[in-house]
C-alpha cells in the first residue's frame, strides 16, 4: 500500500472528512513523526510499534565490484519496532495475501 492508497481507503471509512484533509492529516502525522526522529527523539505508537534513530558507526567498507577498500562516514538511520498487539495480529490467521 502506498501512501495515497492509504489516504482514499481512510476517506472511504470516513465519509464525513473530505479526502484532501484525509492527506492533510497523514502527512501532519508522518512529518510530526519526521521532525520528532530528527531531535532524536523516539516516536511511540502503544499496540503499533516505535520509530527511532540508530546510529551506525565510521566503518571501513569494500567496493563490492572493484573490491577496493572505501571508507564509510558515520550516518544515523532510521529503525522501527513493531509492537506486540501488531506482532500478535499478524501471527494470528490474518491474511498475508500480496493485495
Known amino acids: 500500500m502506498i501512501k495515497s492508497e492509504l489516504v482514499q481507503h481512510i476517506a472511504e471509512q470516513n465519509p464525513h472528512l473530505y479526502q484532501r484533509d484525509v492527506e492533510n492529516i497523514v502527512n501532519a502525522i508522518l512529518d510530526e513523526i519526521t521532525e520528532a526522529l530528527m531531535r532524536g527523539d ?10 527511532s534513530v540508530k546510529n551506525r558507526p565510521a566503518r571501513v567498507g569494500r567496493n563490492p565490484r572493484t573490491g577496493q577498500k572505501v571508507e564509510v562516514e558515520e550516518k544515523f538511520v532510521p529503525f522501527f519496532k513493531t509492537g506486540k498487539e ?14
Open 42 to 51: 523516539r516516536v511511540e505508537l502503544r499496540g503499533f510499534g516505535a520509530f
Open 86 to 99: 501488531m506482532r500478535v495480529r499478524l501471527n494470528d490467521g490474518v491474511d498475508h495475501g500480496d493485495d
